[in-house]
């Protein structure tokens, strides 16, 4: 069936193709052949996505990515370094990193970036956390909750102080959870946040992937690629914040010697075939959480049309091509 919908809109893209966005030895070169790949997916917006690093390396990619200027780039998403510090929540950002949140530091990096940092995924019971959601949601940044350990009660805090995201809820937490009163019940109980889902077949199972966003809602999610360096490449071992990552023959990634995903090699497009298949929802209603709810959730809108073959079947989105409008 011949399928036609709005651009793809990912709100998290750590790199692409070989190239990644969090190291420093990027040129604006690699950025724009990253775009063009991710364009070949369908994805026409995007927050590149810099996570826990020292400043002067944060600084160094923020710059070369705004030395790069394309529509497809609306803004930066900064996820942390105002993380838990805790192994599983911290997942694979380096713990010599993680700081306490102040809007000193903030202030310094969206500085370093030319104040286009339009997404902050934060952990509430970091030092300074609940203050500084406040402080962003004043100066219109959303602020989202993620690589967390918190209590329900901090992240109804983090709530009531302006969170509206639950980053790749059900991942960046603890492998063990108390039963009852945890940090994904209380998220997706929370109304007034959206939650993004890693959906690669990796992240979260498919059972996990239904529950969730029948619980959250479709109208309440938003589908993004968490997608690293080694998206689109063959399986091997790469170096990613100068730690090694193995992508595996099935497309998983992960540190070696440890359980830690370190990203994903999925594609925006494989994850909206992906959610259609784990949840039996219509494709129109997964596209919507691919498109124009994430770009409505940053106040903007999907641009371009992308026109593919959509196999009901077996759940696979072909033959994409981008047409702006």
């Known amino acids: ?189 929370a109304d007034d946040l959206v939650a993004s889902f890693i959906v690669d077949g990796h992240h979260l199972p498919p059972a996990t992937v239904k529950a969730m966003i029948r619980a959250k809602t479709p109208q309440r999610t938003l589908l993004v690629s968490d997608a690293v360096t080694v998206a689109g490449c063959l399986p091997g071992t790469y170096e990613l914040n100068g730690e090694p990552v193995v992508l595996s023959e099935d497309g998983r990634v992960f540190q070696p010697g440890t359980p830690w995903l370190a990203g994903s090699s999925a594609t925006l497009d494989c994850c909206v075939a992906n959610a259609a298949r784990f949840t039996g929802l219509t494709l129109e209603e997964i596209l919507l959480m691919a498109t124009t709810q994430p770009a409505r959730y940053l106040g903007l809108a999907a641009t371009g049309r992308v026109t593919a073959d959509w196999n009901a079947a077996d759940c696979r989105l072909s033959n994409l091509k981008v047409f702006d409008v």
């Open 1 to 189: 069936m011949h399928v036609e919908f709005p651009g793809l809109f990912d709100l998290q893209v750590n790199g692409f193709g070989g190239v990644d966005f969090n190291s420093p030895l990027t040129t604006p070169e690699d950025v724009y052949r990253a775009i063009e790949q991710l364009r070949g997916r369908g994805v026409t917006r995007f927050l590149p996505t810099l996570g826990t690093s020292s400043f002067e390396r944060f600084a160094k990619c923020a710059k070369t990515l705004i030395q790069t200027p394309h529509p497809a780039m609306v803004g930066l998403h900064m996820e942390g370094p105002y993380i838990s510090p805790e192994d599983g929540a911290r997942g694979a950002h380096p713990r010599e990193y993680v700081v306490a949140a102040s809007r000193d530091d903030f202030l310094r990096r969206q500085e370093a970036a030319a104040g286009r940092i339009r997404l902050v995924t934060l952990a509430p019971e970091a030092p300074g956390a609940i203050e500084l959601i406040e402080h962003l949601v004043g100066l219109g940044i959303r602020a989202a909750i993620g690589h967390t350990a918190a209590s329900p009660e901090q992240i109804r805090d983090a709530v009531k102080a302006g969170a509206t995201l639950s980053t790749h809820l059900g991942n960046g937490c603890a492998n063990q959870l108390p039963r009852h009163p945890n940090v994904l019940w209380e998220q997706l109980a």
